[in-house]
């Protein structure tokens, strides 16, 4: 069964940074593209970036609204996806979700962790 | 950057009826890459069509997508309690992965 699971969110304040973390199981997760997507409080889904397996050079890419400011990664020998944001904005406040992406390019999110919850607020 | 536009924002029906959803792209698209995902209140997003008409695994078959070019469809032929959520579509074809900004499907 597949399993993704977010941690590290939490209230923050305006320019700081956090970590997130997905750790996977139940898949390839070496070989598969993995995805952050948030989702404002009684907003709709933005895509935030993914990235892509290390044999198809491990590059990540995002979304415009948070380019520069995030960083995807991957430790595919502890099975986990990361999200570094740093000069967090007001903006940021979201539920953050890891899903698959398949193993190419063109596949859907086919999994969904349970998200993690990020506040920014002074 | 493609825009994915759905309509309607909220649709208001009774269990049992049909839901019929739109999602429109600002240029055509193939239909290979055109996802519809379900949200229940206090649920991350699950899977239920993608290439546009195929179901994803353990989807029931009351649910069913079509379309090509610029207009998909996703349609609920009765409507069960539990379907009562919000729907998004999206385009997966290439970076940015862009998302529709979701139909509220509410009970009357």
């Known amino acids: 069964e597949v399993q993704l699971v977010e941690s590290g969110g939490g209230l923050v304040k305006p320019g700081g940074s956090l970590r997130l973390s997905c750790a996977a199981s139940g898949f390839g997760f070496p070989n598969a593209w993995m995805n952050w997507v948030r989702q404002a409080p009684g907003k709709g889904l933005e895509w935030v970036g993914r990235?892509?397996?290390?044999?198809?050079?491990?590059?990540?890419d995002y979304a415009a609204p948070v380019k520069g400011r995030f960083s995807i990664s991957r430790d595919d020998s502890r099975r986990t996806l990361y999200l570094q944001i740093n000069s967090l904005k007001t903006e940021d406040t979201a539920v953050y979700y890891c899903?698959?992406?398949?193993?190419?390019?063109?596949?859907?999110?086919?999994?969904w962790g349970q998200g993690t919850l990020v506040t920014v607020s002074s | 950057e493609i825009v994915l536009t759905q309509s309607p924002g909220t649709l208001s029906l009774s269990p049992g009826e049909r839901a019929t959803l739109s999602c429109r792209t600002s240029q055509s698209v193939s239909s290979s890459y055109l996802g519809w995902y379900q949200q229940r209140p206090g649920q991350a997003p699950r899977l239920l069509i993608y290439g546009a008409s195929s179901r994803a695994t353990g989807i029931p078959d009351r649910f069913s997508g079509s379309g090509s070019g610029t207009d998909f469809t996703l349609t609920i032929s009765r409507l069960e309690p539990e379907d009562f959520a919000v729907y998004y579509c999206q385009l997966y074809d290439r970076s940015p992965l862009t998302f529709g900004g979701g139909t509220k499907v509410e009970i009357k």
């Open positions: 899903a698959t992406g398949g193993y190419v390019n063109g596949w859907p999110l086919d999994h």
């Open positions: 990235i892509k397996d290390q044999t198809d050079s491990g590059a990540a």
